[in-house]
């Protein structure tokens, strides 16, 4: 199973950007799906999740509003769209894919099995 990143890149302050992940090896159906990401210096941390139907999405309050999860089962992508981009939202970006579980295990990272390579996204004027 690969996951392959894209879409980062180097943006201004309140603009946006959309990241794509491409899985293969693996259909996203009956999968959960999620976005993390690791800032300069920091630990990696969640960003967002959603099962394969969309039937639930989960946020981090830090980018609630501004940022949304998506896919498209059948070319087997996941989507981050990132509005209202801040500076503090400069990080290596990840997609990850695993198994269903509870809402409360989605934001956490062991729920993951497959990881994808980062893509760099970088909010500066």
């Known amino acids: 199973v690969q996951l392959q990143a894209s879409g980062g890149g180097l943006v201004q302050p309140g603009g946006s950007l959309r990241l794509s992940c491409t899985t293969s090896?693996?259909?996203?159906?009956?999968?959960?799906m999620a976005w993390f990401r690791q800032p300069p210096g920091k630990e990696r941390e969640f960003v967002a999740a959603?099962?394969?139907?969309?039937?639930?999405?989960l946020y981090a309050d830090a980018v609630k509003g501004r940022f949304t999860i998506s896919s498209d089962n059948a070319k087997n992508t996941v989507y981050l769209q990132m509005n209202s981009l801040k500076p503090e939202d400069t990080a290596v970006y990840y997609c990850a894919v695993g198994r269903v579980v509870i809402l409360s295990a989605m934001s956490l990272d062991h729920s993951y099995d497959y990881w994808g390579q980062g893509t760099q996204v970088t909010v500066s004027s």
């Open positions: 090896g693996r259909t996203l159906r009956n999968s959960n």
């Open positions: 959603r099962t394969w139907n969309g039937a639930r999405t």
